[in-house]
């Protein structure tokens, strides 16, 4: 049954409504932002290539979706703010805020620089935190969702990755803080975290070369998540079928947090 869970919902779930999806030029964004489409969201994608999201719309085109783009930094709030009032100007509403913009790197923290930390705090946390601000006032009119996507190491310590599980555990107390004082306004606020995820950016980084085959080793389900799994967490959550959830974190890992960080202790050699 893996990759063919989307079959069970029944189609148009999102009819008429509308997304923003920042880190939406590749990876887990691109695909997020193509499932929604397909679930009849009008889709926008922001990101720092305007190539690379141009390639994604135009493949959202293709199969008969909608599409804008925006390029930018989420580190940069005022444009964060430009183009998701843009874009609810353009749809005519915002009802669902995806938070997938991540960067990420393997660095023990004894060698880490200051700079490399702060960056991934800044463009996952604050970038997390400037596109659900940006979208509040739009999100309220609709009562809308945001998702935001995080990882195991914001629970689970994890060598060479003090900065990413900083910025993820920062995102799940967001999540949980955004849910309850956002919840009066008609907002959901919910985040997934998967583990290792196959044809991603990330994972190309943290197991480069041969040790994608050490950390498979890892995973009590032998395998790495598809990008498409992750999709279909996060449609459930916007979904109808997620109505009654905000505050939580679907841990979407293969088991791989029931054993700790020891795929990452043999990447330490």
Not at 30 to 45: E, F, H, N, P, W
Not at 128 to 133: G, I, K, Q, V
Not at 222 to 242: H, K, M, N, Q, T
Not at 244 to 263: E, H, K, V
Request: charged share 15%; hydrophobic share 45%; aromatic share 6%.
């Amino acid at each position: 049954m893996r990759g063919l869970m989307a079959s069970v919902f029944l189609p148009n779930l999102l009819s008429k409504q509308a997304a923003f999806v920042t880190g939406g030029g590749s990876g887990i964004g691109a695909g997020i932002a193509k499932m929604l489409s397909r679930q009849g969201a009008r889709v926008a994608l922001f990101g720092r290539t305007q190539s690379k999201l141009d390639t994604v719309a135009g493949e959202i085109r293709v199969t008969g979706g909608e599409a804008l783009t925006f390029a930018g930094d989420v580190r940069d709030y005022p444009a964060l703010e430009r183009a998701i009032g843009g874009a609810a100007d353009a749809f005519g509403r915002l009802d669902v805020l995806v938070n997938s913009a991540a960067g990420n790197f393997l660095a023990p923290a004894a060698t880490l620089s200051a700079n490399g930390f702060k960056a991934v705090i800044d463009i996952d946390l604050c970038g997390t935190f400037n596109a659900s601000r940006a979208a509040f006032a739009h999100l309220a009119k609709s009562g809308g969702n945001i998702v935001s996507i995080t990882a195991t190491q914001a629970e689970v310590p994890t060598p060479l990755q003090c900065h990413a599980g900083a910025a993820k555990a920062g995102i799940e107390k967001l999540t949980r803080d955004l849910a309850l004082e956002w919840a009066r306004s008609g907002i959901r606020v919910n985040a997934v975290a998967p583990g290792p995820v196959d044809g991603t950016e990330g994972m190309a980084r943290l197991a480069p070369g041969d040790g994608a085959a050490s950390m498979k080793k890892h995973v009590p389900l032998g395998r790495y998540a598809s990008i498409d799994e992750v999709c279909e967490a996060v449609l459930f959550l916007v979904s109808p079928a997620g109505a009654y959830m905000t505050g939580a974190t679907i841990l979407l890992d293969g088991g791989t947090s029931l054993l700790g960080a020891g795929r990452f202790l043999d990447l330490m050699g």
